[in-house]
């Protein structure tokens, strides 16, 4: 009885050296090494890779974006201009859970050509090196971590909190573009180009402060996303990849922030006089500077919407000056969520006799056993639960909690709550 062939992913589970011999037509002319023991039933089966196209059995190793190049290799080894031989090293293909937990396979790939008596040949190694890779990828980050933290201590402080803001803006605004729901190819392919749109402003920014590590992070969102809309019909599966370089983005402006904060902290801590903060949260900038940008990001994301609102805010000169810099990229996120999912359009909302302009308000208060509580609330047509765990998670990791009130056409009302010991940097 002949063993069944032995999948390509099972191949290389085993062998830590695969050799095999393809021919100019891309097909498989021999396998060279058999020795591993867990390959007994190949070897029964007589080498069954044997006539099978390079492209079909090793393609499926390689993640869908490494497979052309895979191919290409391949290709450019039998120019006859070319050395005979080419190396790269090309990431495997892996479920959505190995990829989150970072154990996304990588092989070094090399190809030679030799000939012999049947003409023109190649020879294919593949050896696993995600070790290696895994390796390249921890330098990589602690590298773009010491990058980040050198710009932000030379950049200029106000300039640098003025990108920060916008850069987390611009990603609220992202995480909203992507759950909008798209019924069409044409109406993904938008929404694809709108995000790429968003971000480019903060790929700029990023230059100017010369924060190099986000600018790539940046410019390689907007490729992948340039990518999937690119495709003749491009799905929800295109999204995968973008979602990884969406996080990396994300990562690296929060360490950038941070960094931000660990410096304006060192700045405090020379100077001779301890009431710096006192006076910054006394002078009534703080809150005034904010309360504007909050008002311009509900105009921004209401005119994204079609609609209009109006946006009160108070209480904000309670919250501790230490604290409000990291405070303040959840309230522009909760007012432009607000907007973006609670206010009608203007015919929406005289349809359900109401006024035109839709109110948000936002206010902050001292809690009796310490810390503080935010009520943002909006008139609007009631919030989908599914915005929330976002939100949750990030006022978690703030050490506070989050509840909701809604009713169905009429308001929002979320009541978060922040420790007394909030960290500058949280």
Known sequence: MVAPPIPPARLLQHVDDALLVVGPDLVIRHVANIAAAALSPFVAAGRTLVGARAEDVLGSLFAPLERPGFILLLRGALDPTGNGTAQRTIEGAAPAAVRSAGLTPFYDVTVRRYVDDDGVLLSVSIRDASDR?????????????????????????????DFLRDALEALGLVQSLQRLPARSADAYRSKLQRIAHELRPVADGAGRLGLTAIVRSALDVIAALERAASRAVPSGDDFLPIAATLDALFRH?????????LRDDWRRTDTTEEALPDE?????????????????????????????????????????????RSVEPLLLHVVRNAVTHGIETPGEREAASKAVVGQVGLACRMLPQGGHEIVVSDDGRGLDVADVPFLQ???????????????RGRYTRLRIQLPPDLSPSA
């Open 253 to 261: 402006l929060v360490l950038a922030a941070r960094n931000a904060e």
């Open 133 to 161: 890779q895994q390796l390249r990828d921890a330098l990589a980050i602690a590298r773009d971590e010491r990058d980040i933290a050198l710009a932000v201590l030379r950049g200029e402080p106000d300039a640098t909190w």
């Open 280 to 324: 910054a949260s006394s002078d009534g900038g703080w809150p005034a500077s904010i309360s504007v940008r909050l008002a311009e990001c509900v105009d921004k994301a209401a005119e994204a919407r079609g609609c209009r609102a109006s946006l009160s805010v108070s209480g904000l000169e309670l919250l501790p000056a230490r604290c409000q």
């Open 393 to 407: 998670d990030l006022v978690m990791r703030m050490g506070g909690s989050v509840g909701m009130s809604t009713s």
